[in-house]
């Protein structure tokens, strides 16, 4: 698989950042996964943590490393979160969802005091969107309007699995949405804006002022990490 040692050292490197105690936002994709191996490692090595998963699969892997799972529900605050992306712009903005896990990442995104992305280098952009469909969780009920109403955006196209409208762990639909030409991160909170308050629209992948951190993996095992100013 493409740029596994990449995002490996990546994932890893991100979890230098967990002390013992912490509750950790557990994110959602390839590269977030291998953050799961280094916190069994931790754990072993007698680190006392906590996750709450992004989704059902982070969950799942989760689970068979051993790793003690929260509700969001149970905790007030998570010290860090570390997830992947598919991209990321110069000012750390991202856009999440190719795995349709982004109204859970979002939401322990928000939870977390830091959100720490692993990425390898294909991730960074100058646009977000200009390359890669942003993905929008919309409700099932009456998605044909809700998709006609994001079409002023750009085209969009029903995300199927199976021939069947794709279903994510919140039983929504998700539409990936093209971009003419993407968005320059200064254009990125007022698209954050316009797609927020689409009726039918339940949250879209466009990670805007969350990213503290930027840890991109290179595939001779090189890490580079940008550190981001929460404005
Ligand atoms: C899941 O919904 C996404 O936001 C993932 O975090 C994103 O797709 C990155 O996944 P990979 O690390 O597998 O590319």
Redesign the pocket.
Same mark, same amino acid.
């Given at each position: 698989v493409a740029h596994e040692a990449a995002?490996q050292i990546a994932a890893r490197t991100a979890c230098s950042w967990i002390t013992d105690g912490m509750t950790v936002g557990l @994110?959602? +994709?390839?590269?977030?996964v291998f953050a799961l191996d280094r916190i069994a490692e931790l754990m072993a090595s007698g680190y006392q943590l906590a996750g709450v998963a992004?989704?059902s699969a982070t969950e799942e892997q989760a689970r068979t490393r051993g790793l003690q799972l929260l509700d969001l529900n149970e905790v007030e605050k998570l010290d860090l979160a570390i997830?992947?992306?598919?991209e990321v712009d110069p000012a750390g903005n991202l856009i999440? @969802?190719? +795995?349709?896990?982004?109204t859970r990442?979002k939401l322990v995104a928000l939870a977390a005091d830091e959100l720490v992305i692993?990425?390898d280098e294909s991730?960074l952009v100058e646009r977000l969107g200009a390359a890669f469909r942003l993905?929008v969780a919309i409700l099932p009920f009456g998605w044909r309007h809700t998709l006609r109403r994001l079409s002023r955006f750009g085209e969009g196209e029903l995300r199927t699995r199976d021939g069947l409208p794709y279903a994510t762990d919140n039983g929504n639909h998700i539409v990936d949405l093209q971009l003419p030409g993407g968005v320059a991160p200064e254009q990125v909170m007022q698209l954050d804006h316009d797609l927020s308050v689409i009726p039918g629209v339940v949250e879209h992948?466009l990670f805007v002022g969350l990213t503290t951190r930027v840890v991109v993996g290179s595939d001779d095992r090189q890490t580079r990490i940008i550190e981001i100013p929460r404005v």
């Open positions: 995002k @994110g959602t +994709g390839s590269t977030a992004t989704s997830d992947g992306a598919d999440k @969802g190719g +795995g349709g896990a982004l990442e692993v990425v991730k993905p992948g």
